[in-house]
């Protein structure tokens, strides 16, 4: 079958960017690495710097991919993306005020840039779901314009903290909100990878709900979907995902809102062939940008967020164009 | 031909509001194994919102509503989706499943989340496709079919979902009369055939009369009539529920009259 097809072509699509990305870079490590065949200087290289970090990118990609998937099936809207209900401003109005108080401290060996982020992005979930529940049964505009005043809010205030802050720190909050994948060792795949794990297993399990809730809440409801207990579930280990994925990572865009759509294109919108499409793919993307990021101006790394849009974009606008007249949303 | 087997549907006292808005008010009627049943009424009578509350798509309310002898809330989602299911006023906004696929969805609450979809689902909708005629279409998407092959599915997925009561938000109202009269056949066929209980919200009187056993008119929340096509076709019934003049004639071929269109008054030919 075609999507049988297609879904095989991804996952060594996959499968040759989380191999074959580890070994390009400043210093070119050789392919028997792999299996550990080559001196100890490259395994070393391969093994604690750049098999991680293509890992965290991996998952990353995957669970951002993800999210967007899940978002837009949710809220029934082609713009919806990880960020839309605010997750990211928080996380980055966390990684802020870490950055202005010149804190510096690590837990858990994970960097108190991270816990602050990861913080901001709880605190966010919480009071988007909060106000949505406040505002009664939390629809889904009421849920988006919550989180679009939430996200501005937040954004404002970063704006405020990098206007206090003295040139170094305003630099590095900037530079935070770009994005990237400069990760060291295994601890930050670990850290990435139960949460990642989560929000694939939960998108996974309510597939057919997903599906249902795409064609109208009110048909999921007839069908026998719960659809408030679905999408609460869903908005909410999602979220915490995505939360986890940005403490990591920063903001990376693009990924989030493109890689469903490409998907889409590809694989149609049943979400039983989509869902793996999207992590496949949204994994893959990732990685292949971040090779691009570090090695094209070798020595120096592009922020990989920046690149997620350079390369996606224009792949995003021919496949619309090749495939144009079966647009999926009305 | 009057029903007297025991209500499957029974809605006894019950008001619904939306805000300060009341917009069902102490309704009660019962619906019998098997019968075809027809709501009518003015525009923003209550009749959708009544369907919606019916299959819990509205939560809420006050007053009981009982299904196969259980109370409505009793149910979960999932068993409700068992006994009942619902057809939707068509609306543009479909995504572009095949309609396989959707047909496919139907089969939602006999689905288990940790395995793939069974032969036995399968089967079923192979069945339900070749009985409402779309299995010609099975690979098309939803958003390239017309209005008419559309409700097909709709109604196909709804049989999908292997329920005994089928509710009908004005399934005919956007067709043509080849497909009203497709669509039509369908539903008397399933009814007669399967013994599906019929509950269809529709505007046109003269269809409800034909094909329905009884027909219900809510007015302002509440119902105003409960009664057979013969008793609704009279003029002062009719006026009395839509507010407006109503002009009957003979139908040629059966005995119970129907609605004839008013002719523009002299001075506005």
Not at chain 2, 232 to 251: D, K, N, S, W
Request: aromatic fraction near 10%.
């Amino acid at each position: 079958m075609r999507t049988t097809t297609i879904l095989a072509t991804l996952a060594i699509l996959a499968l040759v960017a989380v191999c074959g990305a580890p070994l390009v870079g400043g210093e070119q490590v050789s392919l028997g690495a792999l299996w550990g065949d080559a001196e100890a200087g490259q395994l070393k290289i391969l093994w604690t710097l750049r098999m991680p970090r293509v890992a965290v990118g991996f998952l990353a990609g995957a669970g951002l991919a993800i999210a967007g998937m899940a978002f837009q099936a949710m809220f029934r809207n082609p713009l919806a993306t990880p960020f839309t209900l605010g997750v990211s401003s928080g996380a980055s109005l966390g990684a802020a005020v870490y950055i202005h108080l010149g804190l510096a401290f690590s837990f858990l060996r994970i960097p108190g840039e991270s816990w602050f982020a990861f913080a901001g992005a709880l605190v966010t979930i919480a009071v988007v779901y909060g106000l949505a529940r406040a505002a009664r049964g939390a629809s889904n505009v009421t849920m988006l314009l919550a989180g679009v005043a939430v996200s501005f809010f937040f954004s404002s205030m970063i704006l405020f903290l990098q206007y206090l802050s003295d040139l170094t720190r305003t630099f590095r909050m900037v530079r935070w909100v770009m994005g990237g994948l400069d990760v060291v060792g295994l601890d930050s795949v670990l850290t990435v990878l139960p949460f990642v794990f989560a929000g694939c297993a939960v998108v996974l399990y309510f597939r057919h709900e997903l599906n249902l809730i795409t064609t109208g809440e009110e048909l999921a409801v007839a069908r026998g979907v719960e659809v408030d207990r679905v999408k609460f579930v869903v908005f909410v280990v999602v979220s915490i995902m995505v939360g986890a994925i940005v403490s990591m990572c920063g903001p990376i865009g693009f990924v989030g809102l493109m890689a469903p759509h490409i998907c889409r294109l590809l694989i149609g919108p049943d979400h039983r062939t989509l869902t793996p499409a999207t992590i496949l793919f949204g994994g893959a993307f990732l990685v292949l940008c971040d090779t691009v990021a570090r090695t094209v101006i070798a020595p120096t790394e592009l922020p990989v967020g920046i690149l997620t849009a350079l390369l996606g974009g224009p792949f995003f606008v021919w496949l619309l164009l090749t495939r144009a007249g079966r647009g999926d949303w009305e | 031909m009057t029903f007297t087997a025991t209500p499957i549907l029974e809605i006894d006292r019950f008001s619904f509001r939306i805000g300060p808005k009341e917009i069902l008010r102490d309704v009660s009627f019962s619906v019998a194994q098997g019968e075809y049943l027809s709501i009518v009424g003015p525009n923003g009578a209550g009749k959708t919102t009544l369907l919606k509350c019916l299959d819990r798509i509205y939560r809420g309310g006050t007053g009981r509503i009982t299904v196969f002898g259980r109370p409505l809330n009793g149910y979960r989602q999932r068993d409700l989706a068992r006994r009942l299911s619902y057809v939707p006023q068509a609306d543009g906004r479909v995504f572009p499943f095949t309609v396989e696929q959707f047909v496919l969805m139907g089969r939602y609450p006999y689905l288990n989340p940790f395995s793939s979809i069974g032969c036995e689902d399968r089967r079923t909708v192979r069945q339900v496709m070749e009985r409402t005629g779309i299995d010609e279409f099975a690979h098309r998407k939803l958003d390239t079919l017309s209005g008419g092959e559309r409700q097909k599915v709709y109604i196909a997925a709804a049989l999908a979902q292997g329920a005994e009561v089928l509710l009908l938000d004005e399934p005919t109202t956007f067709l043509d009369y080849r497909h009203q009269a497709e669509i039509r056949d369908l539903l008397a066929e399933v009814n007669r055939n399967s013994g599906v209980t019929v509950v269809a919200v529709t505007h046109d009187v003269n269809r409800a009369a034909m094909d329905s056993h009884r027909i219900i008119a809510l007015s302002g929340g509440s119902v105003v009539f409960d009664g057979t096509p013969g008793e609704i076709m009279r003029p002062e019934v009719l006026q009395r529920i839509y507010g407006t003049p109503f002009l009957l004639v003979a139908h040629p071929q059966g005995d119970v009259p129907i609605i004839a269109p008013q002719m523009p008054r002299e001075d506005e030919r």
